[in-house]
């Protein structure tokens, strides 16, 4: 049984979330908190495996919290959200947020995205990558250089290449076909470039990515 803390400032939400969730089978809803604060303080005493967190709440913030939650290693932690992508966005993965979904994902979606951040899967919208990539790669910010960012001595040719794509937002499918490699190779390629740059995300990867100026 995967166990889920629910962490938003609207109880209508959460009520909603719980409903939904319980009707998966596989998943129990064993906390709730209306602010940061209080999710932190109910993650450290319920030890859940997934925290579904708002990242704009009253008092201490979703972001915050999320990265109190991360560095205790007390649970991963899948940002929901609205469609703004602003600092709190920017700020909830560079916490290390292990998911990230917005609110109006389907039901199904959110269940299985629950599903594969407990199994220890980054789980990102495709349409927050896209946005997330757009707003890295604007005009509004400087040209990123290789010295910004210092990338692990130990990152082979091929995790470059992995690391690459992963800024461009490409699936395991896109980057295997790209590097004609199968998709399970993909994918340990992918695990293996998180692991050395010590992040838990794809987009997180993808910042890494933009800002060491490999893309």
Known sequence: MIRVLLADDHAAIRAGLRMLLATAGDIEVVGEAADGATAVANARALRPDVVLMD??????????????VVEEGIADVLVL??????????????????????KSAEATALV?????????????????????LAELAGPSRPPARAADTQLPADLTPRERDVLAALGQGLSNADIAERLVISEATAKTHVSRVLAKLEVTSRVQAAIVAREAGVV
């Not at 959200?81 to 917005?102: C, H, I, K, Q, S």
């Open 112 to 132: 299985d995205a629950v599903r594969h951040v407990a199994a220890g899967d980054g789980v990102v919208a495709p349409e927050v990558t896209r946005r997330v």
């Open 55 to 68: 990242v704009r709440m009253p008092g201490t913030d979703g972001v915050t919290a999320t990265r109190q």
């Open 81 to 102: 959200t609205t469609f703004d992508l602003d600092e709190y966005v920017f700020g909830a993965l560079r916490a290390g947020a292990a998911g990230f979904l917005l």
